[in-house]
């Protein structure tokens, strides 16, 4: 471990001495809690190199004052940037994020603070927080601790940012990633504000449709049930099929004469892909009555908990995201309206306020038509077409003529209707395709043979040959190069293998799609005006959703579309919903 000068600051005007020559440092901070409506922050840990301290807020009133630091190097910006925010401190946005920089240069390994120091500086905490936080927060321990974050996060900055530059990912990391960090940051400062009452009426509905639900499941199946009334008088049914159970599924549609293919143990296999594709009462049914089960158990019943005392659900971001670059959190799982209940109507504009939820039209079609350069998906989108009618009009030779292709037409809604199963399959083909999805994967998709599926694929392809050019040309740079590289520079490290081919095509698109949001937020983020009191308060895939004053709904509105359509330059347009409304379903 490098031995840098450490110093515990117990006063403003110590602090004041300590940051006066400095203009660049690293910075960390210790809370007690990770959440920012409960987290207080015990202290700040600052290196500038050469020295280290530790400001103790937590016995002592301080007064931190950053506005000179010119560049500020974080492990995980995003947290320590919303604790600053909440202790009112402002500070410049020249920021270097060592945790991102550690996962452009390996996006399938580790980014926790301990392991990237290990890897790259053969240094690491030689102390755990919880033995650190034994020792007590006013400890030498702790203080050590702490400082020993903020020297690794500075070091580390010097040796990533020449391997960024070495490996072609300095722009990427500087003009996108480092931008859209303060969007993260904004987002996990604002969540999502909560109708309560709503929630709890939804939940009532719910519990009563799903009961219902499974009384239909069973009267389907012809299977018995009774009602017995629970301590509330609530009714409740009683069976002895449980529906999460395979070998009990399995010989129940045997029972029915539904034909099941088995698995190595020879159990049927009854997954959400086979029950799709069997027609009959009792399957379509227990689909409904699942997907019900899942909105209730998987976010109605968790979300009170998640509620701050603001009366907001704040979300966690993993700033890093996946492999791909995609971002993950805990509301990107959030279902669209299925029909049953619409979860998005609970998220509420406060008084005064309201939501503006903005995704781009065939996002990532638009990127696959760049990618291919692929002259029949680009004349669909030059010419505003709805491409995925388009592309089933010439694979399935449906004969439709070409002025009813376009959205404006008087004719599109009947044509769309009458032609709805063909559009899904070649929306289903063309979004798979990208994501390297085989004929064994649309035919449990279809309920078909494999070769009919690979007959489809076939003639996909023979009518859109450039897009089977740009996953051959994948494949090759994978067998020479070891990676891909997506329009932004984004890197996918891969050993050549068939499921690397189909991962390598999956990322250009997917990662492009992703960065592209990323592009979209900064450009917003910085053209919002002050008075609109616009915030970014959760991203979903390729959906950004704000909060702002309603007088100004339609500016913001204006703007982020005009944003969003503009963010980066493809050789086709890109086009995007953006909607505002007093609660995020129906801005949806």
């Keep these: 471990m490098t031995v840098v000068r450490r110093t515990v600051i117990t006063s403003t005007a110590q602090a004041r001495e300590w940051l006066a020559p400095v203009t660049k440092a690293s910075l960390d901070t210790e809370t007690t809690s990770l959440n920012y409506y409960d987290l207080q922050c015990l202290g700040i840990s600052l290196c500038d190199g050469q020295r280290s301290c530790y400001i103790n807020l937590e016995a002592h009133d301080i007064g931190v004052d950053l506005s000179d630091v010119e560049t500020l190097i974080f492990h995980n910006a995003p947290f320590d940037m919303k604790v600053l925010h909440k202790l009112g401190i402002e500070h410049t946005e020249h920021i270097f994020d060592t945790q991102v920089a550690a996962h452009l240069l390996d996006e399938g390994g580790p980014t926790g603070l301990d392991d990237v120091g290990w890897r790259y500086l053969k240094e690491g905490k030689l102390t755990k927080f919880k033995t650190a936080q034994a020792h007590g927060t006013q400890s030498q321990t702790f203080f050590d601790y702490a400082c020993i974050d903020a020297e690794l996060t500075y070091r580390l900055m010097d040796v990533l940012w020449p391997l960024l530059q070495s490996e072609g990912l300095d722009r990427l990391f500087k003009e996108i990633e480092m931008p859209f960090q303060f969007v993260l940051r904004d987002m996990a400062i604002n969540g999502l504000y909560v109708d309560q009452v709503r929630m709890m009426e939804l939940t009532e509905e719910l519990t009563e449709k799903i009961r219902q639900l499974y009384i239909e499941t069973l009267e389907a199946g012809g299977v018995k049930y009774h009602l017995q009334y629970n301590m509330f008088g609530r009714p409740e049914v009683c069976s002895s099929l449980n529906l999460n159970s395979s070998q009990q599924l399995g010989r129940l549609l045997k029972r029915l004469g539904v034909k099941l293919s088995v698995n190595d143990n020879g159990h049927p296999v009854v997954d959400k892909h086979v029950l799709k594709g069997i027609k009959h009462p009792f399957t379509e049914a227990l689909l409904k009555y699942k997907a019900a089960n899942k909105l209730l158990t998987s976010y109605l019943s968790k979300w009170p908990q998640m509620i701050d005392g603001d009366g907001r659900l704040r979300p966690w971001f993993n700033g890093c995201g996946t492999v791909t670059g995609r971002l993950s959190s805990n509301m990107?799982?959030?279902?669209?309206?299925?029909?049953?209940?619409?979860?998005?109507?609970?998220?509420?504009?406060?008084?005064?306020?309201?939501?503006?939820?903005?995704?781009?039209?065939?996002?990532?079609?638009?990127?696959?038509?760049?990618?291919?350069?692929?002259?029949?998906?680009?004349?669909?989108?030059?010419?505003?077409?709805?491409?995925?009618?388009?592309?089933?009009?010439?694979?399935?030779?449906?004969?439709?003529?070409?002025?009813?292709?376009?959205?404006?037409?008087?004719?599109?809604?009947?044509?769309?209707?009458?032609?709805?199963?063909?559009?899904?399959?070649?929306?289903?083909?063309?979004?798979?395709?990208?994501?390297?999805?085989?004929?064994?994967?649309?035919?449990?998709?279809?309920?078909?043979?494999?070769?009919?599926?690979?007959?489809?694929?076939?003639?996909?392809?023979?009518?859109?040959?450039?897009?089977?050019?740009?996953?051959?040309?994948?494949?090759?740079?994978?067998?020479?190069?070891?990676?891909?590289?997506?329009?932004?520079?984004?890197?996918?490290?891969?050993?050549?293998?068939?499921?690397?081919?189909?991962?390598?095509?999956?990322?250009?698109?997917?990662?492009?799609?992703?960065?592209?949001?990323?592009?979209?937020?900064?450009?917003?983020?910085?053209?919002?005006?002050?008075?609109?009191?616009?915030?970014?308060?959760?991203?979903?895939?390729?959906?950004?959703?704000?909060?702002?004053?309603?007088?100004?709904?339609?500016?913001?509105?204006?703007?982020?579309?005009?944003?969003?359509?503009?963010?980066?330059?493809?050789?086709?347009?890109?086009?995007?919903?953006?909607?505002?409304?007093?609660?995020?379903?129906?801005?949806?």
């Design 332 to 588: 990107q799982q959030l279902p669209k309206d299925q029909g049953i209940v619409d979860l998005r109507s609970l998220f509420a504009a406060p008084p005064g306020r309201a939501i503006v939820a903005a995704d781009y039209k065939g996002q990532e079609l638009r990127v696959l038509a760049h990618e291919s350069n692929d002259p029949t998906m680009m004349e669909a989108f030059f010419a505003d077409k709805d491409l995925h009618l388009a592309i089933a009009n010439q694979a399935f030779k449906l004969g439709i003529e070409d002025h009813q292709l376009f959205e404006s037409s008087p004719e599109y809604p009947t044509i769309r209707s009458r032609y709805e199963s063909e559009r899904s399959k070649a929306k289903t083909v063309s979004f798979g395709l990208s994501y390297g999805k085989t004929a064994h994967g649309f035919a449990k998709d279809w309920g078909c043979s494999e070769e009919k599926a690979q007959k489809f694929i076939d003639e996909f392809f023979r009518e859109f040959p450039r897009m089977e050019e740009a996953i051959q040309q994948t494949q090759q740079e994978i067998q020479h190069l070891g990676f891909v590289r997506t329009i932004f520079g984004r890197k996918r490290r891969l050993q050549p293998s068939k499921r690397a081919f189909r991962q390598g095509f999956n990322h250009k698109i997917q990662s492009a799609s992703a960065d592209m949001i990323r592009v979209a937020a900064n450009k917003i983020r910085t053209n919002l005006k002050p008075e609109w009191k616009a915030e970014f308060i959760l991203q979903v895939h390729d959906e950004l959703v704000l909060e702002c004053q309603r007088d100004y709904a339609e500016e913001v509105t204006k703007t982020v579309k005009q944003c969003m359509c503009t963010a980066v330059e493809l050789c086709v347009p890109l086009r995007a919903d953006v909607k505002w409304a007093l609660n995020y379903g129906e801005a949806k």
